[in-house]
């Protein structure tokens, strides 16, 4: 049963920290998404990649914030410096070429900035 | 513009009512997909159903059944004889043809009662 796997789950650090998530998508999907969710915003695509190439990440707060495909089994996502407002769960979701095709979402990472 | 609206925040049932979970959105294109996501208390979202927008027929996987209607623009579920373990939150998403974005609704917490 394939599956999108995310590390780590839970991570609490404080204000100024760096932050990094990584997601390692579905083998022989090559679409990679990034989401936010809170409950303020709901879930907010932040960034996306296909074939590591990014092609979308207008969601993304570009000063602190920074996605990566070093290679395809592996989507990084890093926060710098973190905020007490970047607090949320951060989805990483995978999906096949085609477009508008089921992404299939990991288990998220849950942060908390103090 | 693209816009899912889950009107209902939360619902509770008793265990073995059936529920049914609204989705209304909107689009200009003509070409479109339709998802539900199911979010349980662990916190992953896990795909339910995706329908692209020249399938009306209604579609029924065991207790789950999806209604689709382009005249009215929504897609509703509904779940027969709902058990304690369909209590999540149940988001419906939106995807034009050609795109990889999907757009999410608020969300809709069900909470199904012993």
């Known amino acids: 049963d394939a599956r999108v796997t995310q590390t780590p789950r839970h991570k609490v650090t404080e204000m100024g920290q760096e932050v990094t998530m990584r997601c390692q998508p579905i083998l022989g999907h090559n679409t990679v998404f990034w989401y936010r969710q809170t409950m303020m915003q709901g879930l907010e695509l932040l960034a996306y990649f296909r074939n590591r190439a990014p092609l979308d990440d207008s969601g993304m707060p570009k000063d602190r914030f920074s996605a990566e495909m070093p290679d395809a089994t592996l989507a990084t996502l890093k926060i710098q410096p973190s905020e007490p407002r970047d607090s949320a769960v951060y989805f990483c979701?995978?999906?096949?070429?085609?477009?508008?095709?089921?992404?299939?979402f990991g288990p998220g990472t849950r942060l908390t900035v103090l | 513009a693209q816009k899912v609206t889950q009107a209902q925040t939360e619902i509770s049932v008793v265990e073995k009512e059936d529920v049914t979970l609204d989705c209304v959105y909107e689009?200009?294109?003509?070409?479109?997909?339709l998802f539900w996501y199911k979010q349980p208390p662990s916190g992953e979202l896990v795909f339910l159903i995706r329908?692209?927008?020249?399938?009306?027929q209604n579609e029924i996987s065991g207790r789950y059944s999806w209604n689709f209607q382009k005249s009215t623009s929504s897609f509703n579920f509904t779940i027969t004889a709902s058990q304690v373990v369909d209590s999540a939150v149940y988001f419906c998403a939106l995807s034009a043809y050609n795109t990889d974005k999907l757009i999410f609704g608020t969300g809709t917490r069900l909470q199904v009662f012993p």
């Open positions: 979701a995978s999906g096949p070429t085609i477009r508008t095709d089921t992404q299939y």
């Open positions: 689009t200009r294109d003509t070409t479109y997909y």
């Open positions: 329908r692209n927008s020249f399938d009306e």
